[in-house]
């Protein structure tokens, strides 16, 4: 799954950009013919196409647009986020959400890449400056 986050000084909204169930496999004589790789490689060139519309559409969209395109988009409020955690882990860097709220209590975490960290970090400082980071 891949997701981009879009910060907010309310809330930030997750969008989903890649999901196991955005793209179904295909059965065919294709398959029989030569092998699953040609359907897995059409799958990837689909996956693609549909991150680079969702990404797109995400550019123009309002935050309640955000919200409605697509049933795995989901939001979290800043005034429920008691803590957020940037660091590494074991081979990747993670974002980490603690989220406490009378009915939640859970931690959210999504992956970042090495160039993703210090973007990160900044947004963290500038749109929850009183969050521990």
Known sequence: MVYDLYFTTE???VISI????DVQNSDSWVTFLFGGWINRRSDQFEQDK???ERRNLA???TPAELLGQNPHNFE???NIIKSIEISR???QWQIRFHVSH??????THFSLNQNQVAEARRLVGLILPTRPK
């Open 18 to 21: 890649q999901h196991p169930g």
């Open 89 to 91: 882990k074991l081979f």
């Open 11 to 13: 809330r930030i909204i």
């Open 102 to 107: 009378p009915e939640i209590v859970r931690r």
């Open 76 to 78: 979290i409020p800043s």
């Open 59 to 61: 550019q123009r969209s």
């Open 50 to 52: 549909l991150s680079k």
